[in-house]
């Protein structure tokens, strides 16, 4: 009995030997995580997500503690990869305010900016009219004609008739877009003291003349005479209709040609910009096209020529056409000068016989 009593003895004293162990171990875990850290300025060995140099904050750790966990509490000062976190009240760790202890990972990069410049997309369009000089020259010349209403001119004319070279004839010249209205006056020695007033749907649709002396036969000068626009005597004195006097149809003929190059119709020939040259026409100088006539192209040049196009450069508009035939010889000549628009013409200055009230009429 007495040797059973002194063994259960024993054991209750190991009993409380070993919870007496378990305890300070456990003394020991809680006090670890407050083990002072020593201060560091040196980066760790190794790339941390976050180094921030400067002493680390103090804390209390028991002896015991400090023994077994010297070698893992030098490592983590080293590596500082442990950061303080503020507390709720915005307090950082350095201020002495409690903080826990968490593991700062590597902070995503910030998002970059897209740059990228998006362009419209590519789309065919018509070249300037600047990439090719017949049609800007044209384009030029409708551009101003559109602007006009009325304007006046010199014309200085010479033409071969059924292959007979005429005398140049110089004339004072009034156009008028709506209705269409000419008025022309002989100035020079040929033809002297004629006029000549048209007017599209007025007047009989008719040509009305004041003859000068030696226009047709047995009349004397000073005649008013009313003819159709397309009656042969009116052919007979003038390569063109009344119709198509004036810089617009000049333009309009211009405008045909520049198409007809440009969709490479080989029945208009060929042409070429010459660039500004100086005529003895002009004080300064023209833009000059040449335009080699194809045969066929023209009812009045079966056989084919060379005409001259040239334009002013400040206003655009046709002020001189030279056209030769097949053998070189000038059939063509109008010269256009002293231009006068926008030109203001009443009706009256268009109206035969508000001009001619005291002239005879046949």
């Known amino acids: 009995m007495a040797a059973l009593l002194a063994g ?25 995580t407050s083990a002072t850290l020593p201060a ?66 590597p902070l995503a990069p910030p998002p970059v900016a897209d740059t990228t410049i998006v362009l419209p997309p590519l789309t065919p369009s018509e070249p300037a009219a600047s990439d090719n000089p017949l049609r800007a020259l044209h384009a030029r010349a409708a551009l101003k ?79 008013r ?8 005597l009116v052919k007979n004195k003038s390569r063109y209709p009344i119709t198509e006097a004036g810089v617009g149809a000049l ?35 023209v833009e000059v096209v040449v335009h080699a006539i194809a045969p066929g192209w023209e009812p009045l040049l079966p056989s084919g020529g060379q005409r001259l196009w040239c334009f002013d450069p400040e206003h655009g508009l046709p002020v001189l056409i030279v056209t030769h035939d097949n053998l070189e010889r000038e059939v063509e000549y109008y010269c256009h000068d002293r231009f006068e628009f926008p030109g203001r013409y009443r009706d009256d200055e268009f109206d035969p016989d508000k001009l001619w009230s005291k002239s005879r009429t046949r």
């Open 8 to 32: 259960t003895l024993a054991g209750c004293s190991g009993l409380r030997w070993f919870r007496g162990w378990k305890s300070a171990s456990a003394d020991v875990r809680i006090t670890a």
């Open 40 to 105: 560091t300025t040196t980066p760790p060995d190794y790339a941390p997500a976050l180094y921030i140099p400067g002493p680390a904050p103090a804390r209390s750790v028991s002896r015991s503690a400090a023994a077994k966990s010297d070698a893992s509490t030098s490592d983590l000062a080293k590596s500082d990869a442990f950061k303080s976190k503020a507390s709720k009240s915005g307090a950082s760790p350095s201020d002495g305010s409690k903080s826990d202890d968490v593991l700062t990972l």
């Open 145 to 223: 004609w559109s602007q006009l209403d009325a304007y006046g001119c010199r014309i200085r004319r010479r033409e071969a008739i059924a292959g007979q070279p005429r005398p140049e004839e110089i004339i004072a010249a009034k156009f008028r877009k709506e209705p269409f209205s000419v008025f022309f006056e002989w100035l020079g020695p040929e033809a002297k003291g004629r006029e000549v007033v048209y007017v599209q749907g007025q007047h009989g649709n008719l040509i009305h003349t004041l003859t000068a002396p030696g226009d047709i036969f047995l009349m004397p000068g000073g005649t």
């Open 225 to 232: 005479f009313k003819i159709a626009p397309d009656n042969l």
């Open 251 to 285: 333009i309009d003929r211009f405008g045909e040609l520049a198409q007809a190059l440009e969709r490479g119709d080989p029945r208009a020939g060929s042409a070429k910009y010459l660039g500004q040259l100086k005529r003895k026409e002009f004080e300064t100088k």
